[in-house]
């Protein structure tokens, strides 16, 4: 415990429900979900003819970003995600800083990734159904090329 009767400075988590996402030259808007904030490194297995050993070893090899997902319901008059993507023009595409924050209890960041070189690699529309109360949801899915963590 420290000094302060805390452990590590809060006694909880941080709940998972209150967060932020902030897309460079694009409006604020709200999500409902976000995901794909991993990074995976891919094993190299090795082994020298001349070792005495007779097994492998493993070391890191190139890592690999997964795609980010954002889920966010459909507005009246918004084009935002629908107009990024169609300005992709053979190999051309406008990348943007993506900052997801985990916000405490007082609206204030305490986890931010911060997504570089980002661009919506694919954009759809959930189903829609006569007989559902579901809001429509719109998804986009974002290719980058790295994330790095910030504590506050």
């Known amino acids: 415990m420290a000094d302060d009767g805390s452990v590590q400075g809060s006694v909880w988590p941080l ?32 082994r020298a003819g001349d070792s005495p050993n007779f097994s492998k070893i493993s070391m890191p090899g190139m890592k690999k970003n997964s795609k980010i997902t954002l889920k966010k319901g459909i507005f009246k008059s918004d084009n935002n995600f629908w107009n990024w993507i169609n300005e992709i023009k053979l190999n051309t595409i406008k990348r943007r800083a993506v900052t997801i924050s985990l916000l405490d209890e007082s609206g204030a960041p305490t986890m931010v990734w911060k997504v570089s070189n980002a661009w919506p690699s694919k954009l759809s529309s959930d189903g829609f159904k006569s007989d559902s109360n579901d809001v429509a949801i719109e998804t986009l899915e974002l290719a980058h090329e790295g994330i790095t963590i910030e504590n506050k």
């Open 15 to 46: 709940p998972a429900f209150y967060f932020k996402v902030e897309i460079s030259d694009i409006n604020p808007m709200s999500f409902r979900e976000v995901s794909g904030l991993d990074v995976e490194v891919d094993p190299i297995e090795y």
